[in-house]
């Protein structure tokens, strides 16, 4: 057990919805990333927060949006859901906010399914 | 931007042989290579790490080298187990947070 958590473990939702996945970090972590990993698929870093502020950004769709809220627990919003959106989503914590020089742990991440 | 590349997509040893991974990255300014490993349908979990200030690193039957002149750094499983039966990433920082190679996918036959 890393110590990160996310829910819901499984998603299943339907094209043109919206759905939101929640994590929360490390005790102590301030950083939490986002990763999209698509079936077969290697990591897609998506977006990053550190203590309440987006710190970097990567492939992340317009229809996609996140934040870090004060208790540093973090949300992912997916919107206008495509079916090509159903993935594995992870969230990782990290003490630092970069650069990239901390061991980032992963969390058992949420399985989204767009039908 | 960073770009990181990984070989074999593939890899299949028996029991007991070892198992070599290869890296390769662009960005010099680079300095922290992690290696996950991911159980199908788990979270990827970090097994071994090297910064840039170090040529070795070895945790068991794991070892990490590193070559900064070359930009690329290589995974070694010695004795693997059929538990070591997984999928390998490697990572390169980059700014704020990593790249990662598109995974090995390492089979060991008993």
């Known amino acids: 057990d890393s110590g990160v958590t996310q829910t819901p473990k499984h998603l299943i939702t339907a094209t043109g919805q919206r759905v939101t996945l929640r994590c929360s970090p490390r005790?102590?972590?301030?950083?939490v990333y986002w990763y999209q990993q698509s079936l077969d698929q290697g990591l897609q870093f998506l977006i990053q927060?550190?203590?309440?502020?987006?710190?970097a950004k990567g492939n992340i769709l317009e229809r996609f949006s996140a934040q870090q809220f004060p208790d540093l627990h973090s949300e992912l919003n997916l919107s206008s859901l495509e079916l090509g959106d159903s993935a594995l989503y992870f969230c990782?914590?990290?003490?630092?906010?970069?650069?990239?020089?901390?061991?980032?742990?992963f969390g058992p991440g949420t399985r989204l399914t767009v039908l | 931007g960073e770009n990181v590349e990984q070989h074999p997509s593939t890899l299949s040893v028996q029991e007991g042989d070892s198992a070599v991974i290869k890296c390769t990255y662009s960005?010099?300014?680079?300095?922290?290579f992690p290696w996950y490993k991911q159980e199908l349908g788990k979270r990827p979990q970090l097994i071994i790490d090297?910064?840039?200030?170090?040529g070795e690193k070895k945790d068991q039957r794991i070892a990490v080298t590193l070559n900064k002149t070359a930009k690329h750094f290589s995974l070694h499983i010695t004795e693997t187990q059929p538990e070591d039966s997984a999928v390998y990433f490697c990572?390169?920082?980059?700014?704020?947070?990593?790249?990662f190679g598109p995974g090995t996918r390492l089979s060991v036959l008993p």
């Open positions: 990782a914590s990290s003490a630092s906010p970069g650069p990239a020089t901390d061991t980032q742990y």
């Open positions: 005790s102590g972590d301030l950083s």
């Open positions: 927060y550190y203590n309440g502020e987006e710190r």
């Open positions: 960005d010099s300014a680079s300095n922290y």
């Open positions: 090297i910064r840039s200030n170090v």
């Open positions: 990572a390169a920082s980059y700014g704020q947070n990593f790249v």
